[in-house]
Nanobody, 124 residues
Framework: QVQLVESGGGLVQAGGSLRLSCAAS????????MGWYRQAPGSQRELVAGITAAGRTNYADSVKGRFTISRDNAKNTVYLQMNSLKPEDTAVYYC??????????????????WGQGTQVTVSS
């Protein structure tokens, strides 16, 4: 079993900052990539930022220059530093991990996991 646990969401005024964390635990052989998605009411879930095991990053155009994704491979944790927040950043933020896990016989297989989501609300 693999679990992703997110933390760090909350309420902040426009222009403020928040840092999200997501820790993966369980039967993890290796993590290939991790990312953050968000979903606002009435909207589809969208990619915010992603990072590969080698540290290559990509960002949605709407957050470039304001958000920074990073990861600690030793802790199986990914972070999202969000600065200069805007009301349109308000959404539920979800952590995602594309990883290799193992079954009870230690056979590896690839799967995709999601966290439970954390609410970020930016007031104007």
């Amino acid at each position: 079993q693999v679990q992703l646990v997110e933390s760090g969401g909350g309420l902040v005024q426009a222009g403020g900052s928040l840092r999200l964390s997501c820790a993966a635990s369980g039967r993890i052989f290796s993590i290939r990539s991790m990312g953050w998605y968000r979903q606002a009411p009435g909207s589809q879930r969208e990619l915010v930022a992603g990072i590969t095991a080698a540290g290559r990053t990509n960002y949605a155009d709407s957050v470039k220059g304001r958000f920074t994704i990073s990861r600690d491979n030793a802790k199986n944790t990914v972070y999202l530093q969000m600065n200069s927040l805007k009301p349109e950043d308000t959404a539920v933020y979800y952590c995602n991990a594309d990883l290799i896990t193992t079954d009870a016989l230690n056979r590896p297989w690839t799967d995709d996991y999601w966290g439970q989501g954390t609410q970020v609300t930016v007031s104007s």
